[in-house]
């Protein structure tokens, strides 16, 4: 067992910050992740340095060394968003934006000195080749198993966007229809499948890939102005469709169909100004159901109902396969008005 590398040691504060300032601190050595806190993320820390709470130490390690000047620089192996927030606060940086805690210069100077007093624990590694640097970085940072796109945004994001999704799925209509197993709910596969079917409402028709997705999630981050209508028509669109009690084993209940028929109702709604009736509606899945099983086996290329049906087998991620069934939904949707 080789010994452990690394010296724990305490440094206030204000020493940080002018180590930042000095610009002999670099916050984002090459290996570093481009992630960033959210403002919910940065306040949160804040005020945790504000009531005097500890928090987990910094990493450190042993930078380049300018000769001539005679001066060092130090990298932040680990802890790198922590600092940049600590450095917004104390500069009053506009990115900063502050619901609950005071801003600094808010801060009395009594508490100002208590904040640069504070003591940060650090890890000095010293001098360590670059190898060693990223297998550490690594190593602090890994997790038992590969995260998913949403558990990440999820992580990163706390925000507007994704508390709507968890607030449309806290109602339990999504539960009631039995599409996702409980290892898929513990993985957030259910909020990833309504938050996507909110970016396709959001932007108003289907997409390829998962940008779009990311974009909205941190565009509506800190406020989403849709929000109440977003949550007022997916959870009429669910409720609707609970309240069909369609047969166990329609095509209706796979997740792909679920998807689009969603997407379409709330649509129709929009287009309509209202939802169609739900005996009406019932009917007509059930009509459309019978027409897609009896066409399965013709041409799909030259069968809408073939068609619907091969792709009701692939993911919802294949955005043909999302137009393709949407047209149909569509086409027997207006007919009920």
Known sequence: MQKNIGIGTNKKIIEIYNMMREGTLILKPSFQRNLVWNNKHKEHFIET?????????????????????QKSQTLVVDGQQRLNTIYEYITDSPKLILKKVKRFPELTNEEQRAFFDYPVVVRDLGRLDMKQIKEIFNRINSVQYALNAMEINNALYEGEFISTAKEIIDT????????????????????????????TIEIGGYFTS????????????????????MKDDLITALRIIKNLNLPVDSIW????????????????????????????????????????????????????????????????????GRIARGELLEEYLNSLF
């Open 253 to 320: 209940y796979r997740k792909s169909s679920l998807f689009s028929l969603i997407v379409e109702l709330v649509f129709v709604k929009r287009r309509k100004g209202h939802f169609p009736e739900e005996e009406k509606l019932r009917e007509t899945l059930i009509k459309l159901e019978e027409r897609i099983l009896k066409n399965k086996g013709k041409n799909k290329s030259e069968n809408k109902y073939a068609r619907f049906y091969n792709y009701i087998y692939q993911s919802t991620a294949s955005r043909s």
């Open 49 to 69: 340095i504000l009531l005097g709470y500890p928090f987990p130490e910094l990493y450190f390690a042993d930078g380049e060394i300018d000769l001539v000047m």
């Open 172 to 199: 339990g209509y999504l539960n009631d229809l039995n599409i996702f197993g409980e290892s898929e709910a513990s993985r957030m596969i259910d909020l990833q499948y309504i938050v996507l079917i909110m970016t």
């Open 210 to 229: 998962d940008n779009e997705v990311e974009e909205l999630i941190k565009l509506y981050d800190d406020e989403y102005p849709n929000k109440e209508l």
